[in-house]
Every structure is written in C-alpha cells, then in structure tokens.
C-alpha cells in the first residue's frame, strides 16, 4: 500500500543527484581545465539567451491558441476535402513538433489522408525551427516557405496517386495514448518563469546585437549575463531530469487538451533546449579537440553534402537536425544543404508515426527524400 510514496519518495532524491554530479563536473572542470568551462559556459549561455527564452514565448503563444481553438482545427483537420492537406503543410510549418504531431495522431486515428501525412511530414523542420528562427529569422521565413510549397505540392501529388484513404486504419487509437502526465516540481517551475522574466530581457537585448553586461557598470567584468543563461540552461536541464523518459511521448498525445498551460511551456521548452544544448556543444567540443576544419571538409564534399542532409533527416528526433542547422549558421554546410534537410527531417512527430503506424511512417519518411534531394541540388547548383 505505500508503495507509491516510497517511490516518490526515492525519484526525487534521484533526480537531485544527477543534478548534484552535473553541478560537480563543471566545478572540477573549472578547475582542470579552465579554458574548456569557459567554452562550455559560453555555449550553455548563448543556448539560452539565443534560443530558450524564444522557444518559451512561441510554445506559450502556440498552445494558448490551440486550447482555444483545438475544437474548430480538429473539425477543419478531419473534413475529407481539398483543404485538409494545405492545413496539414501549415501545421507542420509551425516551429516545433507540436502541429505535426496533432496530424499524425489524427491520421492513425483514421482522420487524414497520406497525402496530408507526407505533406506534414515534409513542411516540419521539428524543434530546428527554433534554433534557425532565432539566429537567422529571415533565413528561417524563406525555409519555412519553401518548405511549405514542397509538402502541399507532393500532398495533392500523393492523393492522387494513392487515392485519399491509402494507408488508412479505421481504429481509433486515441484509448491506447491515453498515459498519465507528470507533473513538474513546483519550485523548479516557479524558478525557472522567474529567471525566464529577466533572461528574456537581456536575450532580446543580445538579439539586437547590444552588449547587456553594460547595464550593470562596474559589475560588468563579471560577465553577469553570461552567468545568468548559464543558470538558465542548467535549469532547462534540471527540468529535463526531474521527468522520465517516456512522459515526452504522453505529453504529445495529449496536447489537444492541455490543463497546466505553464507546465507544458516549461517542461518542452526544457527538453527542446537540452537537445540545442547537445547540438551547440557537439560543434563546438568537435572543433576545440580535433581542431578539424569542418568548411573545409564539407566544401569538399561538393554536392555529396546534399545526400548527407537528406540521409541525416531520416534520423527520428530533432538531435542530428539540430547539429546540422548548428554547422549551417556556423558557415559549414550551405544553405541548399539547410533546405534538403528541412524537407526530409520529421523531428519527434515520427515517433508517435512509427509506433501506431510504422508502414505509413516509413514510406511517408521516403516519399520525402524525393522533393528534398531535388530541392537541394537545385538550390546546390544556384549557389545557395
């Protein structure tokens, strides 16, 4: 019977030791190597103040509206009518994995075409989005654009083809996604919307290219607002801890009815900012210990740098795509490059696709190949 509270009892005290070892590895760092936790300070901060705090304001925006709003999507989502897979394309195009997710759970539901599917699927760029929205807002537009053309194009093509009902499950699997959520620790959610207030502040300052250490004089050789997106990102990674693994996933399936407003935006803004965490430290960690000269290589590579996005969009997961926009906006990879991969990544809407539906999720993800390795060599032999 009190089986529950001893592991409740025990989860807590896990969490806060993998947050205490965490704590302890950067302090030895500092110590050992001074230089690499400058690198690794800087780059958690810049995550932070670079992206975090965008991917907050967004996901707040975004979910308030689909609370409001999700009876009428869902009704306009499950019309069987011209209009279904150019809402789909606009969904996915949204930053996140969030509007492709709502198609794809649709879609195993029985609601939406394969073509609507492939459409969603194409025009997500997953939580990459954010990371390209921030840095390179007018970069990210054109993207998003073309992007959106290429899914409600190879939608329509799709359809007719394959007919409207190809790949259509006739059960209703919304029972089996039917998971308790968790709820965050309420002082960690508390701290994290009170650090976020001043963190969004000074990460807009950063944005407009304005040194925000000034503000504070004197104290100013401090670095103060560096340590405060460093705080930042060891927050979004504490959060990120405290939940299990396998909640993400019951968090997508119920986004159509969202209770804890605060709590959805701060744990996905946390787990999106620990997989740009992962992206950032994994160019920079690269280049510090090999020294490799990744422009270099990857000029190299000619047009074998279009294959290499598109097979890398085959990866589950904004990861690897997050990696990939990173070498983009650090001058690696060019700009075609950028699209072929935006075209063929699914971003975390294809997990939920290949548990419920993995034939669909697997020839949605290879019909997708086809736009993006002709967009990107396109664009490869325009110069971009």
């Known amino acids: ?60 925006v975004f979910y308030a509206l689909d609370r409001r709003m999700k009876s009428g999507l869902t009704q306009v989502l499950n019309q069987n009518s011209i209009f279904q897979v150019p809402v789909a394309a606009l969904l996915g195009a949204l930053p996140g994995c969030g509007g492709a997710i709502i198609v794809v759970t649709q879609f195993v539901n029985g609601q939406m075409s394969f073509g609507a599917l492939v459409a969603v699927l194409i025009a997500t760029m997953g939580d990459a989005a954010f990371l390209l929205l921030s840095k390179e807002p007018q970069t990210a537009l054109l993207v998003y654009g073309i992007s959106l053309v290429t899914g409600v194009l190879s939608g329509y093509l799709v359809n007719a083809i394959h007919g409207h ?105 946390s787990f999106i900012s620990v997989w740009v965490i992962a992206g950032f430290l994994s160019y920079e960690l690269l280049v510090y210990f090999t020294g490799l000269n990744l422009q270099a290589i990857f ?52 997990f939920p696709a290949i548990a419920l539906a993995p034939k669909a999720a697997l020839q949605a993800t290879l019909y997708s190949a086809v736009p993006a390795m002709i967009v990107g060599v396109v664009t490869f032999n325009l110069g971009w």
């Open 1 to 60: 019977m009190n089986s529950k509270p001893i592991v409740s009892m025990i989860k807590p005290r896990r969490d806060q030791l993998l947050v205490s070892l965490l704590l302890a590895f950067l302090y030895f760092l500092h110590i050992a190597d001074p230089q690499l936790f400058e690198l690794v300070m800087s780059t958690l901060s810049d995550a932070y103040l670079g992206v975090s705090i965008f991917i907050a304001a967004t996901l707040a």
């Open 165 to 269: 009902d190809y790949l259509k499950s006739s059960q209703n699997n919304s029972a089996s996604c039917a998971t308790t959520i968790p709820r965050l620790p309420p002082k960690l959610s508390t701290f994290f919307i009170l650090l976020l207030i001043p963190g969004t502040v000074f990460g807009l300052l950063e944005a407009f290219q304005l040194d925000s250490n000034q503000l504070f004089g004197r104290w100013s050789a401090f670095q103060p607002v560096q340590w405060l997106g460093f705080l930042g990102a060891l927050l979004c990674i504490a959060v990120w801890i405290s939940q299990p693994l396998d909640s993400w996933s019951a968090r997508f399936a119920a986004k159509n009815e969202i209770r804890y407003l605060r709590e959805t935006v701060v744990a996905e803004t």
């Open 299 to 350: 000029y190299n590579f000619g047009g074998l740098t279009i294959l290499f996005a598109v097979l890398l969009g085959f990866v589950p997961g904004c990861g690897p795509q997050i990696v990939l926009t990173t070498l983009y906006l650090n001058g690696v990879v060019p700009l075609s490059a950028q699209l072929a991969n935006a075209i063929s990544n699914d971003g975390d809407a294809l």
